[in-house]
Every structure is written in C-alpha cells, then in structure tokens.
C-alpha cells in the first residue's frame, strides 16, 4: 500500500549570501510497498533533503511526491502517515521514555489502554522494558537510538524514515543494531527509507540502493548489481571498499594497451558497445580484490599479467593491500596474506580480465557489455 | 650549628612549596581579602549589631530587643506587606512580559532581533535614578503628565500617581513592568537558540499542535531559565530601593515603604543601627527561605 514515489523532485535553497544552491535535481524513483531502500552518498549529497522531502519537513521546489496513491505534495507532515528517526534521535529530553513514545498516540488522542499496550509492544520488540520510567539522559547512545525508532513503531506508520541513525554510535553497537534493524524491517514488514553515508550498510541493508552525488541520482540497483555493474564511475568508486582502480586504457580489437602492457580480453567482455571504442582511450576499472599476486591466484578464467614495483604494503591480518603505480594512477590489490610482497618488490600481479569495467574518459559512463 | 637535619627539610619543604605554589596563594588571596573585608566582615558584624543599642559612644548589648521591637512594629509589617504585594505584582508580570517579548523576537529576522534586543536592554543599562526622574514626569500629578495628558483625552481628572495611597504602590510596580526585561530576554533568546529545531519536527510528525508543540516542549525546556529569572527576580524585588528612595521616600503614609526603604531609614534617620541590623537579617532570612522553596517546588523536574 505504500510506495513513495518521487516524480522529477527538484529542492534549491535560496541563501541570501550564497544565492541560489540545488540541493537535488531531478530526481526520480519508485519505492515499493514493504521495500528497504537506502540512499547512499557522500555527504551533502542531498539524501538528507530528500528523505525531509519525503517527510514534509522540506517543500520541495518542484515536482510531485506520491505516498501510498495520494498525491502529498501540499501535506503537512501529520498527515503523511510517516514516522521519522532523526540522526540526533530527536528525543524529548524533559519526558521520560514512555512519554516520549507515546507523545505520538496522545497527540491523536488514542485510547489510553491502546496507548499502553503500543508503548508495551514497542518497548518489548526493543528491550526497552525496564527503562521506561527513565529520562533519555540516563541511557547509553544504543538505547537512545532505540527510544527513537520505537517512537516510530507505535505510530504504525505506512512508512519508516531513518536518517543516519547509526553515525552516533560506536563500530561494535552500529553493526549489532545494523542486524537489528533488518529483523526489524522483517518483523514489520514496513516500507522504510534509510538514508546514510556508509556504503557498507547501504549494501548490507538494502534491498536496494540509491546511490546520490551533487544532489543527483547515479544509479537505482540491488546491491548486487551495484557492485557488478555500476553505472558511472562514482558509483563504481563509492561502491566497495578500497575503492575501485582506474587505469587509463586504449582499446585495440580484443586486446587492452594500459600504460605499455598488453591484456588480451576474454570473449565474454566484448560486446558491440565495446566495439564502438575500438582504437580509442578507455578508462578500465577493476576491483582491489579481482587483482592477484602471480604467487596466489584463485580462480581465474582469463588473466592478464601486469609487471610493477611495490610501493606500500598494509598488512590486514586476513589479506593485505599491496598498491603500486600504474601510470599516473595509484592502484590497490587486495591480496592473500601469504602473498610474497614487500616495498620495491618487482612484482606481476594477474587481472582477472573477466572482471573489468570499462568506462568513457568523457562521460565517465559505463559501457556496457 | 644546632639547626636539626628535620628541621632544615621541612624548611626546604617549605621554599619548594613557595616557589611552586606561592603565586597562585598570592593571587587567591586578593579576592579573599576582599570578600573577608567587604562581605563577612561586615555581615559578622551587623549580625552583632543587631542584639545591640548601638551607640559610637555607648553601645549596650540588648539580646532579641531589637527582633521584639521590630516584629511589633506597624510600620515594619507594613513595609513587609508592601515589599511581598510588590514582589508578587511584578516578578510573575514580569516574567511572563518578557517571555512574550522574547518569543516574537525569536521569530524575527536577525537584524530585526538585533535591533529589539538592543533596545529592549537600553533600560538595563540606564541608571535607575535616570529611570526615576524620567517617570516622575511621566506620573507628574499636574494635568501635564504624560499619562495624565493621556487620560485627559478621555475626560478623565489627573490623578496624582506618587502622592495617594491607593495609586502609589501601583505606580512603582507599572514602572517597574516597563522597565527591566532586557537581560531577561537575552537569556530567553539563547535558551530558545538552544533548543534543538529537530525537536519541533519530531513533534510535527508526531501530530503535535502550535499549543502543544509550546506547552510541552518550548516551555518545559525553559524552566530552568524561568526559574533563574524567578529566583534572581524576587531576591531584586525584595530589595527594592532607588524608585522608592526617589519617587515617594516611602510615602504616603507609609503606603510604598518597602523594606529594605525601611533599613535605610531606620538606619540613616533614625541612626539606629542596632535595629536596622535585626531588619536587614529578617530580611536577609526572608529571601534565604523563598529561594529555597522556590528552588524546591519548580526544580523537581527542571532539565538542566
Ligand atoms: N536549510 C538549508 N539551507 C541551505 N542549504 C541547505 C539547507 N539544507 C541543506 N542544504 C544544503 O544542501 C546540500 C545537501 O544537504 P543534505 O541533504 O543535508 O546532505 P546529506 O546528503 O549530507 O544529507 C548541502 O550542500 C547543504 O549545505
Ligand atoms: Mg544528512
């Protein structure tokens, strides 16, 4: 019942000083009934401004906002039938947490009974039980946050907004509460927005991803697909970690020219848009962990041997991250710990050529296969 | 020699303690001094004072004659009846005054604040005597007072403001609304500043209302702002002096002699320092318990 769908949105903040600043363009997408979505970006990308688009919290300069089937652009907040958790949780400092939950319920005036039960559901499903007579003061960072989306569940809205709402707590906590809030979204079966930076939980939790930059949308996908086919070369260097290398290439029929080697591509990765870049300048991308040292290679079908000088080695525990110098561009493999590397070691790494990406030097689009 | 091996270490102790901590004590003890000097000196001694005649010539130790004197003295009930009615007619009005006041001007463009703040803090800064003499010619008795001349639009006889029981107490406390909400409305401002616009938003998805997004959220957040402005307020107004000196020396008939006018006169007058003493602790005592029944009725659930 509750999609949210945004049609050609566009939001600019008229600042008197800066003048006029698109904070997001054009933006356009489909949120399905009971989906997971989560926005991804670097910071100031815009994700905030949507989801606050979403809420009503901001009116967007134009286009349509759609929730459920209605039409909300001239809503107030109240009536969008969302709940939001705010990055700073937003709790009311002055009321204990079962004033804080039900503030809500007592709003709509609710039977007290109905509001009691709620607060107790809401405070069962996050082990809140024994601190409802406490101020949000005498909690830790983990519990707050769980006072601000149980604040959202008693509402039973149609559907959920989080905004970075694990940035303010530690690694530990922020990847146990990561493993809640999926069984959460499971036990509610809620359309939930979640916007955050990390694009580690981005592709933990979403079903799927949007990925933004300068306040404009780079690509809609699974997080699978994100990782397999990004769009762009954004998308491709924000998706994964370390990020995607770019090495600066030059196509010649089935074989690769970057900087002096040669790779011979598999028949697999040539497709006829590949073909219209024949004897042109191509970007080529290939992920840290699809790049081998000659003295480990693991499963690949199709390899293309590169001869350099090791610069920097990391040791990880589980692998290590040995980069080197391909041109002018720095370049990461993420390696077998027992893969012989040290500084100034003329090494040959294999390339999996099964698993590169290539990309316009222009467009910085993909060009797909 | 006889000087002791102890002896000599414990005097070397004492150099080392000089040198590394000698100026710090040097420093602390300036407002030490003054504080022994100018404050408990003389509160020791008026504390003294007041169980005695006191008399630069001849002064004779009373016991609790003074405290007799004064708790069956008319004009002392009078002056605590006067101080009390002023305190309850301005400190609440004039919270309220400037919690108004506060609250458009936080809703205001910068400029525009800056402009209000500024002169609604003028008053502040001004002396009271300036104050003073200015609302004199404001409540001058004559048909060419301003309020008066104001009045007389509406063929209403002057009224002599300062010079009548019945308007005279009322008159200080008018003067006193109009006048003294500056710092109080600085201090509203950083609160308001202060309370996070993430909490409103909350509040609007959870369906609160203009009311009561202000009564459940604005104001309790303020409370500790309020209950400074109330505690520092009736400490102010228990002491209030300078418009009574000037404008009605406590008159008429004893009509706006508050106490701390009645010390002075007792004092200064009368030159019984003995019984402006007894008067200054009953009042220093006075203030000490409505503090702390203030403190304990609004702190309870103050969110500092
Ligand atoms: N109220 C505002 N006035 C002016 N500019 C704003 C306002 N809110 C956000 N912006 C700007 O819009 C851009 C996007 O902000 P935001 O959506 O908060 O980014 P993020 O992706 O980090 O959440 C930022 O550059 C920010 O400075
Ligand atoms: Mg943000």
């Known amino acids: 019942?509750?999609?949210?769908?945004?049609?050609?949105?566009?939001?600019?903040?008229?600042?008197?000083?800066?003048?006029?600043?698109?904070?997001?363009?054009?933006?356009?997408?489909?949120?399905?009934?009971?989906?997971?979505?989560?926005?991804?970006?670097?910071?100031?990308?815009?994700?905030?401004?949507?989801?606050?688009?979403?809420?009503?919290?901001?009116?967007?300069?134009?286009?349509?906002?759609?929730?459920?089937?209605?039409?909300?652009?001239?809503?107030?907040?109240?009536?969008?039938?969302?709940?939001?958790?705010?990055?700073?949780?937003?709790?009311?400092?002055?009321?204990?947490?079962?004033?804080?939950?039900?503030?809500?319920?007592?709003?709509?005036?609710?039977?007290?009974?109905?509001?009691?039960?709620?607060?107790?559901?809401?405070?069962?499903?996050?082990?809140?039980?024994?601190?409802?007579e406490r101020?949000?003061?005498?909690?830790?960072?983990?519990?707050?946050?769980?006072?601000?989306?149980?604040?959202?569940?008693?509402?039973?809205?149609?559907?959920?907004?989080?905004?970075?709402?694990?940035?303010?707590?530690?690694?530990?906590?922020?990847?146990?509460?990561?493993?809640?809030?999926?069984?959460?979204?499971?036990?509610?079966?809620?359309?939930?927005?979640?916007?955050?930076?990390?694009?580690?939980?981005?592709?933990?939790?979403?079903?799927?991803?949007?990925?933004?930059?300068?306040?404009?949308?780079?690509?809609?996908?699974?997080?699978?697909?994100?990782?397999?086919?990004?769009?762009?070369?954004f998308v491709a260097g924000f998706i994964g970690s370390p990020a995607m290398n770019f090495m600066d290439a030059e196509l010649d029929g089935n074989r690769v020219l970057v900087n002096g080697t040669v790779l011979e591509l598999p028949e697999s990765m040539l497709s006829s848009s590949l073909a219209d870049y024949d004897k042109k300048k191509v970007i080529l991308g290939i992920r840290p962990e699809d790049i081998y040292g000659e003295d480990f290679v693991q499963n690949v079908k199709v390899e293309g041997k590169m001869t350099t000088s090791v610069q920097v080695v990391e040791h990880l525990g589980s692998e290590n991250l040995v980069y080197f110098q391909v041109g002018e561009r720095s370049v990461t493999a993420k390696v077998h710990p027992e893969t012989k590397a040290y500084v100034g070691l003329e090494k040959t790494f294999i390339l999996d050529l099964g698993k590169v990406h290539f990309f316009d030097p222009e467009t910085e689009m993909r060009i797909s296969d | 020699m006889r000087t002791t091996v102890a002896s000599r270490s414990s005097s070397s102790a004492f150099m080392r303690f000089c040198r590394d901590y000698g100026w710090a004590y040097l420093f602390i003890l300036a407002p030490v001094l003054l504080f022994l000097v100018f404050t408990l000196y003389p509160v020791i001694s008026a504390l003294i004072m007041s169980f005695q005649h006191y008399n630069p010539m001849n002064t004779t130790w009373i016991g609790l004659n003074n405290y007799k004197t004064l708790f069956q003295d008319d004009v002392f009930w009078k002056s605590m009846r006067n101080t009390v009615i002023f305190t309850i007619g301005t400190v609440p009005v004039n919270i309220v005054i400037t919690f108004v006041l506060s609250y458009f001007i936080f809703q205001m463009k910068n400029s525009w604040q800056t402009l209000f703040k500024a002169t609604l803090y003028l008053p502040t800064v001004a002396s009271g005597v300036t104050l003073s003499i200015v609302w004199i010619a404001i409540y001058d008795p004559t048909s060419t007072g301003l309020i008066n001349r104001f009045l007389g639009l509406f063929g209403i006889d002057p009224v002599i403001w300062l010079g009548q029981s019945s308007t005279a107490l009322f008159s200080l406390m008018l003067m006193n609304w109009l006048g003294s909400h500056g710092a109080g409305?600085?201090?509203?401002?950083?609160?308001?500043?202060?309370?996070?616009?993430?909490?409103?938003?909350?509040?609007?998805?959870?369906?609160?209302?203009?009311?009561?997004?202000?009564?459940?959220?604005?104001?309790?957040?303020?409370?500790?702002?309020?209950?400074?402005?109330?505690?520092?307020?009736?400490?102010?107004?228990?002491?209030?002096?300078?418009?009574?000196?000037?404008?009605?020396?406590?008159?008429?008939?004893?009509?706006?002699?508050?106490?701390?006018?009645?010390?002075?006169?007792?004092?200064?007058?009368?030159?019984?320092?003995?019984?402006?003493?007894?008067?200054?602790?009953?009042?220093?005592?006075?203030?000490?318990?409505?503090?702390?029944?203030?403190?304990?009725?609004?702190?309870?659930?103050v969110e500092y």
């Not at chain 1, 356009?28 to 989801?51: H, M, Q, R, W």
């Not at chain 2, 702002?225 to 228990?238: E, R």
């Open chain 1, 135 to 233: 101020k949000p003061r005498e909690l830790s960072g983990g519990q707050r946050q769980r006072v601000a989306v149980g604040r959202a569940i008693v509402r039973d809205p149609q559907v959920f907004l989080f905004d970075e709402p694990l940035s303010n707590l530690d690694a530990k906590l922020r990847i146990q509460m990561r493993v809640e809030l999926a069984e959460l979204h499971k036990r509610l079966g809620a359309t939930i927005v979640y916007v955050t930076h990390d694009q580690v939980e981005a592709m933990t939790l979403g079903e799927r991803i949007v990925v933004m930059n300068k306040g404009a949308i780079q690509q809609i996908a699974s997080p699978t697909e994100l990782y397999a086919k990004p769009r762009n070369m």
């Open chain 2, 185 to 301: 409305i600085i201090l509203y401002l950083a609160a308001m500043g202060g309370i996070p616009k993430s909490l409103y938003e909350a509040a609007d998805i959870d369906h609160a209302s203009g009311w009561t997004k202000f009564a459940r959220i604005t104001w309790p957040l303020l409370k500790p702002t309020t209950l400074y402005l109330l505690v520092t307020g009736v400490i102010t107004s228990f002491q209030v002096f300078i418009s009574v000196y000037l404008m009605t020396h406590g008159g008429p008939n004893f009509a706006t002699t508050t106490i701390a006018y009645l010390i002075y006169d007792t004092a200064f007058k009368f030159y019984d320092f003995g019984l402006a003493s007894a008067q200054s602790f009953v009042l220093a005592i006075m203030i000490i318990i409505v503090s702390v029944i203030q403190f304990k009725f609004l702190s309870s659930d």
């Open chain 1, 1 to 132: 019942m509750a999609r949210v769908e945004f049609r050609n949105v566009r939001k600019e903040f008229h600042d008197q000083q800066k003048g006029t600043f698109t904070a997001v363009e054009g933006s356009d997408f489909v949120i399905n009934d009971k989906e997971f979505v989560v926005f991804v970006g670097p910071s100031g990308c815009g994700k905030t401004t949507s989801l606050r688009m979403i809420a009503g919290l901001e009116h967007q300069s134009s286009g349509d906002i759609i929730i459920g089937d209605r039409v909300v652009n001239n809503l107030h907040p109240k009536d969008r039938d969302i709940a939001m958790v705010f990055q700073d949780y937003a709790l009311y400092p002055h009321m204990t947490i079962r004033e804080n939950l039900s503030f809500g319920l007592r709003n709509l005036k609710k039977p007290k009974a109905y509001i009691e039960q709620k607060v107790q559901e809401a405070a069962s499903i996050l082990d809140l039980e024994s601190m409802l």
